[in-house]
């Protein structure tokens, strides 16, 4: 069943409902299937390595967003979003071609790779904004979301279950003390992931849900992610006492039972790897604070996309622990000091003012007449992952939230065009 669909917002009416559930364009299932779609072979990918699997998820969002990349020029004007994250890739696309008179041209070459497979991981921020054309495809959409958010949460329980059971499924890591950390197929960046359905759930008064999600997210352990889960109630808190979002006794009864139940799920052993985390040291600070150091260097085109692990200088961890050094220094684990390092100060703005956008786009939704608790939640997910995932990139290819960030942001900018065109009431 669509949950999306099913659960109508506090403010709307049983015929306002009816009508939008009838109005649904055909083009939605088709951005609906490619969102699930693209996670399975993401995930398929990760477990198997398979070259064919990324040719695959690429070709099919190539396919998919050619058709709509016209009309999407033509809505510059009316959505700044679509106008800023263009003018990025523009930018970026200028500093690493720039950079061929730094570095050799093979270098150029594998960064100008990976930047035009990041754009291809990005289209389908096009084609959620070009194929949504009603408020039913907006709620419809928001369903195929949170079905695929179970497959994603099933995965991370499925891999910790194999696991005790001695099988192996997704990627695991296991600690001297015999505690670990299961991430499932999709890797280590999906609990910012399992920030959504959590978000969904406490909006949408699903306690019950709320406590799985939070689960699979603690047993994740991943400090970024429970970060975003606090920023996204503070906001809604925020809105709601601000009159943003009108919620009734009811809401208000059911957000306690969720907030016993997450309480419930914390105190649990299920959170002890990640209380035992907090403490530990991490390379994100040195990597952002060496990812600053070169940006005084080339502060205007900066170093090329991806190009901050070709021109960062040598460090003691590089000889004494070089495997964390590899993996913790190859990028600055900062989206916004990254992007500066890749474009300089001209990426960081055209950076700033797409998340600019894209949270004004979501607050607006939150706002509108026609939003169901689980497209508001999804809105408070996209401000919560822009304030709260300091720590890690989103603006790759092969990354499951960079994925959905561009999902749910190209849903946000045309339903917040939807709910400022005024709907003509139903006689």
């Known amino acids: 069943m669509n949950t999306a669909l099913t659960i109508a917002a506090p403010r709307r009416s049983s015929n306002a409902r009816r009508v939008h559930l009838r109005s649904v364009s055909g083009t939605v299932d088709m951005a609906g299937s490619l969102i699930c779609m693209t996670t399975l072979l993401l995930g398929a990918y990760f477990a198997t390595g398979a070259p064919a699997l990324q040719l695959g998820m690429y070709g099919i969002c190539l396919v998919a967003v050619l058709p709509h990349v016209g009309p999407f020029i033509g809505s510059f004007r009316r959505n700044p979003a679509n106008l800023w994250l263009v003018l990025l890739f523009f930018a970026l696309a200028v500093s690493t071609f720039a950079a061929l008179a730094r570095v050799p041209s093979n270098v150029v070459t594998l960064e100008a790779k990976a930047l035009a497979a990041t754009a291809v991981w990005a289209s389908i921020y096009i084609v959620t904004f070009s194929s949504l054309r009603t408020s039913g495809d907006v709620h419809r959409l928001t369903g195929w979301i949170g079905s695929t958010c179970l497959i994603i949460t099933a995965s991370v329980y499925l891999s910790a279950l194999l696991h005790v059971m001695g ?235 960079g994925f959905f960030i561009f999902a749910v942001a190209g849903l946000a900018a045309k339903a917040s065009t939807l709910a400022a065109v005024r709907t003509v009431p139903c006689r």
């Open 167 to 401: 099988f192996h499924f997704g990627e695991v890591l296991e600690f001297s003390n015999g505690t670990f950390r299961a991430f499932g197929p999709l890797g280590d960046q999906v609990g910012f992931l399992l920030v959504l359905p959590v978000l969904m759930s406490l909006v949408g008064s699903r306690p019950i849900m709320f406590g799985v999600h939070l689960g699979a997210l603690l047993l994740t352990a991943t400090r970024g992610a429970v970060l975003c889960v606090v920023v996204g109630v503070v906001v809604y808190g925020l809105l709601v006492a601000f009159g943003r979002i009108q919620a009734t006794r009811k809401h208000l009864l059911w957000g306690m039972a969720a907030a016993v139940v997450g309480a419930g799920v914390w105190l649990s052993p299920i959170s002890d790897v990640l209380m035992g985390r907090l403490s530990d040291p991490s390379l994100r600070l040195m990597a952002m604070e060496m990812g600053i150091s070169a940006v005084q260097e080339n502060p205007v085109l900066g170093s090329g996309f991806n190009g901050f692990a070709n021109s960062r200088p040598a460090v003691a961890e590089d000889w004494f622990i070089p495997l964390q050094a590899e993996n913790g220094l190859s990028r600055t684990m900062n989206q916004y000091i990254q992007t500066t390092t890749d474009g300089g100060i001209v990426a960081l703005a055209c950076l700033l003012f797409f998340v600019f956008s894209a949270g004004r786009n979501a607050l607006r939704v939150i706002s509108w007449r026609s939003a169901t608790p689980e497209l508001v939640g999804l809105q408070l997910w996209l401000i919560a992952v822009f304030v709260g995932n300091q720590g890690s990139l989103w603006f790759l290819s092969n990354t499951g939230a």
